[in-house]
Structures are given as C-alpha cells and as structure tokens.
T-cell receptor, first 116, second 113 residues
Framework: DAGVIQSPRHEVTEMGQEVTLRCKPISGHNSLFWYRQTMMRGLELLIYFNNNVPIDDSGMPEDRFSAKMPNASFSTLKIQPSEPRDSAVYFC??????????????FGQGTRLTVV | AQKITQTQPGMFVQEKEAVTLDCTYDTSDPSYGLFWYKQPSSGEMIFLIYQGSYDQQNATEGRYSLNFQKARKSANLVISASQLGDSAMYFCAMREGGNDMRFGAGTRLTVKP
C-alpha cells in the first residue's frame, strides 16, 4: 500500500487566498484525522471522521476552516480566507477502527503551509 | 477531557545506553489505547508501539518497550541500546473508547556519540 497520501507537500499563498489541502487515506481504513503542527501549539487535532462522517470537529479553529470527506478515499481541508497565523504543517492520518479497539493511526507526509 | 503530559522537553543519552521517555495520561474511560510516535527531523510521523488498557503485559517492539503502570496512569517509552538514528521528537498519544487521538507536547531526544 502507498500509505496516506497528502497533497501538496508544500504550499505558499498570500493572505486572503483560499487554500485546499488534500488527503487520500490508506485503502480500507474507515477513520481519518486532520492535525495541525506548530512550534507553539504542538500537534492539534482539528477534526476526526469515522465512516466519512465528522465525529469531532471541536478542534477546528474558526469558521475559516472547513473539512469534508465525500467518500472513503478522499478528504479535503479548506482555509478561506487564509491568514499568516495559519502557517503550519498539516497532517492527515487514517486508521481502521473496530468496535472496542483503539487502533494506531498512520500519518501522511504532511503539507507545509506558509501564508505570507 | 483526556490529557497527555510529557514533562521532558529534551533528553540526552549516550549511544548504546538505554533511555526512558515519560508520559502520563488522564482518562476516566476504562477502554483506551496508548501510543508512541517518532518524528525525525525530516518531519514524518512514525508509529512505534501500542499499549491497550486491558493488556496484561507491557508492549515490546524490538528495541522499544512500554513501561505501563496503569494505577499511576503512566506509559513510559524505553529505548534500549540507543543509536544515533534515534535522535528525534517522540510523542505520546492516547485514544479512549475508539475516538479521536490526542498527543502530548513531545520530548526531543538527542543521542550523543
């Protein structure tokens, strides 16, 4: 398996522009996480999907952030409008969840976002 | 709310020595999983080891072992025979009830030659 695939790997955009980050989870996995990593705040969970349904989006910073999972093989994280403070590495991770088990998540390579 | 605490921002170890990275957690859910991840300077997140709350024995994976003390709510990572390639950030994480996975602040390990 190719693992979790994120695109783009690097994104530089101007403040105010829309940014879309993409994630393809591992085939067969049914849960997906989006994380943001910064020096100041560490690894923050933004949103968690199970079977394409958002289960916990309490970590989404504000209305400028939105995430979708239209099917089991694709998810997007959109920031509109982007701000310099959104600069971070964004990770997507997926896992195969089974009832009663707490399984490990496998991470993509991350997208390094710079908003200037 | 669950909480993961890693109290060591940075650790140093001599090559070939063992090192313990601390992790404590807080949860009221009887079913939870504890995880350790490694993040080298290249940035990827690498899964190392898992311990389930109902597991009777401490988890081991090669040179990695997890010192699980349930009553104390600690899940320390032990790396034996440290190698230069072990220099990285190490994150402890927890999932409870099969829900979202949250991470501690991390420990930066430096292995000295």
């Amino acid at each position: 398996d190719a693992g979790v695939i994120q695109s783009p790997r690097h994104e530089v955009t101007e403040m105010g522009q829309e940014v879309t980050l993409r994630c393809k989870p591992i085939s067969g996995h049914n849960s997906l996480f989006w994380y943001r990593q910064t020096m100041m705040r560490g690894l923050e969970l933004l949103i968690y999907f199970n079977n394409n349904v958002p289960i916990d989006d309490s970590g989404m910073p504000e209305d400028r952030f939105s995430a979708k999972m239209p099917n089991a093989s694709f998810s997007t994280l959109k920031i509109q409008p982007s701000e310099p403070r959104d600069s971070a590495v964004y990770f997507c991770a997926s896992t195969w969840d089974r009832i009663g088990l707490n399984t490990e998540a496998f991470f993509g390579q991350g997208t390094r976002l710079t908003v200037v | 709310a669950q909480k993961i605490t890693q109290t060591q921002p940075g650790m140093f170890v001599q090559e070939k020595e063992a090192v313990t990275l601390d992790c404590t957690y807080d949860t009221s859910d009887p079913s939870y999983g504890l995880f350790w991840y490694k993040q080298p300077s290249s940035g990827e997140m690498i899964f190392l080891i898992y311990q389930g709350s109902y597991d009777q024995q401490n988890a081991t994976e090669g040179r990695y072992s997890l010192n699980f003390q349930k009553a104390r709510k600690s899940a320390n990572l032990v790396i034996s025979a440290s190698q230069l390639g072990d220099s990285a950030m190490y994150f402890c994480a927890m999932r409870e009830g099969g829900n979202d996975m949250r991470f501690g602040a991390g420990t930066r390990l430096t292995v000295k030659p």
